[in-house]
């Protein structure tokens, strides 16, 4: 059985949320693991004192980040460290499916693929479920034609080969992009992507979480990388190139955008739901859309996945 390597970056989540998150890892059917517990807080000592006890378990390693390193430094500080041949991704606040290992792996293996990632469900922070992003599995060029319009799976889901992570140099200080731009390099590379469309993992929302907070750096960033990708030049930029235009939003613009996108969301779940309102909040969004360039941005790349799916 051949070993994985988990990466759980922890920072400020709640000690409830990262205790369910550490026990849904020690209880998953797949047992060949080692855990990395990444505090990059090392001045919570609530946290720290939590985190100790772990070490009792043979499968875990916690790791305390002599200073604050970001999710990009700890993440590459887990690559480094990694033993197994495998690498998986999970968040401090996320609860995986006790299968999940097993099936991505499975399907890693099923499909020659370097790494995997996965849809979820999104639970609140409470907990209570919200919407099943379930959909068809993706692979080879199905994979690459989709991630150049739209993100698929989420981060803490990956799953993948200790080589590929380490193939492309690791992760970049994309902000809020980074896994983005980590997999678009890795096409670039060769690397061999797929999506695995049944959730491996419940995925919380928070209401105040680092990326509803700088949605619109994330859309701009999302939206550099891909320009530079269908040019083939996404490996051979610099860091400062993709967030060229993001380096100049102001605080107002984070404030409109994040206030617009909450409307767009809530349009979505009407719209999972068969809710009738899903007209009005759709109208109501692209009305408060046409009244901000970043927004009219959004709409646009809405619009453009809407014309798309149905020329397929």
Known sequence: MKKVSILLPIYNEKISWIKESINSILNQTYNNFELLLILDNPKNTQIVDFLTEFKKNKNVL??????????????????????????????????????????????LEKHDLDIVTSTVEDIDENGDFIISRKQRDLIGDNFENEIRFRYLGAHPTWFGKKEAFRKIGGYREVNNAEDLDFLLRGLESGLKIGL????????????????????????????????????????????????????????????????????RKEALYLAVDKNPLVIYKTMYFISQAMFDRYARKLLISDLKRVIRRREE
Do not use: C, H, W
């Open 62 to 107: 916690l790791i305390i980040n002599e200073k604050n390193l970001g999710i990009v430094g700890s993440l590459n500080k887990g690559i480094q460290l990694a033993n197994g041949e495998f690498i998986a991704r999970m968040d401090a606040d996320d609860i995986a499916f006790s299968d999940r290992f097993q099936r991505e792996l499975a399907f």
């Open 196 to 263: 695995l469309g049944k959730p491996t993992l419940n995925y919380r929302i928070r209401s105040s979480s680092i990326t509803l907070n700088n949605q619109l750096e994330m859309f701009l960033n999302s939206e550099s990388i891909r320009k530079l990708y269908k040019r083939g030049q996404l490996s051979n930029s610099s860091v400062s190139m993709v967030m060229e235009e993001s380096s100049k939003i102001t605080e107002k613009d984070k404030m409109n955008y994040k206030k617009i996108s909450k409307i």
